[in-house]
C-alpha cells in the first residue's frame, strides 16, 4: 500500500518557501503527499507542476469562528482521504489541525515546531496561557520536530511533550543557491546602487514587521 501523507499550514507561501524539498523527499519515495493550505497564488503554479492541493482556509489570527470553521473542513477532509501521516505546520494551523485530528480516525501526526509561538518577553498570562495550549496538544502529537536544540530544551523544561518524542531537525541551506561569491557580488553591486559605502558596516533582515521575529532585538543591537 502506498503511504498517505498531508502536509499541512496556513498559507501557501510556507510551502513554497520551506516545505518544498521535504515534499519532492517524500515523493521520491513513493509516497502519496497532499497538501492542505490557504488557496493562493503559489497553490495555482504548484498544481501546475503536479503537486496535489486540497485548499481551506485557514486563518493566522486567533479569532474563534474563523478557526472552528477551519477545524470542521479538517475533520471532513481527514475522514474522507484518511491519511496515515498528518505532518502540521506553523503555530495556528498546527492548533487547528490537532484539535481537527481529535475527532477522526487516529492517525500518526508530527508537528514541527517553527518555533513556539510562546517567548519570554511575552506577558507571563500570555506565554502561559500558550504553553498550557502545547502541552494539551501533545495529548495528540506522536512525534515533535524543533528548528533548535533550545526549543527542544524548552519543550523538555515545560514539560510539553516527553523526551522520547522531541527531536532536533536544524535547518539545511541549498549551497547552491545561497552561493557566497554571487553574494558577494550582489552586495558590491547593491551597495553601489544604494550609494552604501564600500566598507561600511550593514545590518538587516528578512522578516514580517512583528515583535516575535526580533524586530527591536535586532534595532538595540544595531545602535
Known amino acids: 500500500m502506498v503511504m498517505k501523507i498531508c502536509q499541512l499550514c496556513a498559507v501557501d507561501f510556507t510551502v513554497e518557501k520551506l516545505l518544498l524539498p521535504l515534499i519532492d523527499a ?7 503527499v497532499t497538501i492542505i493550505c490557504t488557496n493562493g497564488v503559489a497553490v495555482q ?3 501546475k507542476n503536479g503537486y496535489r492541493f486540497i485548499t481551506l ?15 470542521i473542513g479538517l475533520i471532513k477532509i481527514f475522514k474522507k482521504e484518511r491519511f496515515d501521516v498528518i505532518h502540521v505546520h506553523t ?22 515546531a517553527h518555533g513556539f509561538y510562546f517567548h519570554e518577553n511575552m506577558p507571563r ?18 512525534l515533535l520536530f524543533c528548528q533548535s536544540n533550545e ?4 519543550a523538555i523544561k515545560r514539560n510539553i511533550i516527553s523526551r522520547k518524542k522531541v527531536y532536533a531537525i536544524g535547518n539545511g541551506v541549498d549551497i547552491n543557491k545561497f552561493n557566497i561569491q554571487l553574494f558577494e557580488k550582489n552586495v558590491t553591486n547593491n551597495r553601489r546602487i ?8 550593514v545590518v538587516g533582515i528578512v522578516a514580517r514587521l512583528v515583535e516575535e521575529k526580533g524586530i527591536n532585538e535586532l534595532l538595540l543591537a544595531s545602535i
Not at 57 to 71: E, G, K, M, Q, V
Open 26 to 32: 517524500m515523493e521520491n519515495e513513493n509516497w502519496a
Open 45 to 47: 503554479k504548484l498544481k
Open 57 to 71: 482556509p485557514i486563518s493566522r489570527s486567533y479569532n474563534p469562528f474563523r478557526a472552528l470553521y477551519s477545524i
Open 91 to 112: 503555530p495556528i494551523a498546527s492548533i487547528i489541525a490537532r484539535i481537527a485530528s481529535i475527532f477522526v480516525k487516529k492517525t500518526f501526526l508530527v508537528y514541527t
Open 125 to 142: 498570562y500570555k506565554k502561559y496561557f500558550f504553553i498550557l495550549i502545547e502541552k494539551y496538544l501533545s495529548r495528540f502529537t506522536d
Open 151 to 154: 526549543d527542544v530544551l524548552e
Open 194 to 201: 544604494i550609494g552604501i559605502p564600500k566598507n561600511a558596516i
